[in-house]
């Protein structure tokens, strides 16, 4: 298990106002996330599991708590220092691809790569999840599971300590899916990112070196898994 913490919310809460209804979507939720580490984010629809990835990903704001990343307290951050955060730190995949269909695989990661202080060359992250020979391919040419690699590729070029993935086999079947996850735990193992995968499909969670189970907003259980179960173990 790794020690050194990369990402460590205390007492984190957020409330949405909706007219004279306040939703609250986080209750007092403390989390580390250590480096290196795969972590798996359990919970059903409207657990709070996205709302906490924007937070940790700094595209949202808590309503009250703290979040810390290594030495950097981005409670009170301003909108220019969460950008920076964004595009040196973290990268991000979701369950949509949000692929620009007039560009190739190629140039997809390099918009990417470009704005990054220390990026791999897009050939090399799209050869890292299998797709060398997809380059000049347009995302119509791709099947869905190639589409996620291309964004997972994207996401790794600028080389972030952390990835946070949301539902990221959400809109594939369980073949594809598969085969996503293994691209993602490839990414873990050889580049030692911190991942989290958040999901709610609970088969996933052999696959993280620890569960994080949500409900109504909170974090009601945490599990260290002894071993991370392979792929062909896991049933979808």
């Not at 949509?96 to 790569?113: C, D, F, K, W």
């Not at 594809?176 to 993602?184: A, F, I, N, P, Q």
């Not at 949500?214 to 945490?222: A, Y």
Request: glycine share 8%; with cysteine.
């Amino acid at each position: 298990m790794k020690s050194q913490i990369i990402l460590e919310a205390h007492d984190l809460s957020k409330v949405y106002d909706m007219g004279e209804v306040r939703v609250r979507a986080l209750r007092s939720v403390d989390l580390k996330l250590y480096c290196g580490e795969l972590a798996v984010l359990l919970g059903a629809s409207g657990s709070g599991k996205s709302t906490l990835l924007n937070i940790l990903g700094g595209l949202d704001r808590p309503t009250s708590g703290t979040l810390k990343y290594k030495d950097h307290d981005l409670s009170y951050a301003d909108d220019e220092e969460l950008t920076e955060y964004r595009r040196q730190s973290v990268g991000f995949v979701f369950q949509l691809y949000n692929l620009i269909p007039s560009l190739t695989a190629r140039e997809n990661v390099s918009l990417v790569s470009e704005i990054a202080v220390r990026p791999m060359l897009p050939e090399e992250a799209l050869e890292m999840v299998g797709l060398g020979d997809r380059l000049d391919h347009f995302p119509a040419q791709l099947s869905g599971g190639e589409q996620q690699r291309v964004a997972i590729a994207r996401a790794v070029a600028k080389q972030p300590e952390i990835l946070l993935c949301d539902e990221p086999t959400g809109a594939l079947d369980a073949q594809t899916g598969k085969l996503v996850l293994s691209v993602l735990e490839k990414v873990n193992r050889e580049t030692e990112t911190t991942t989290a995968i958040i999901t709610h499909n609970v088969a996933i969670g052999g696959l993280g070196d620890r569960v994080i189970r949500m409900s109504s907003g909170e974090v009601t259980e945490l599990e260290i898994n002894e071993r991370r179960v392979s792929l062909d173990e896991v049933e979808w």
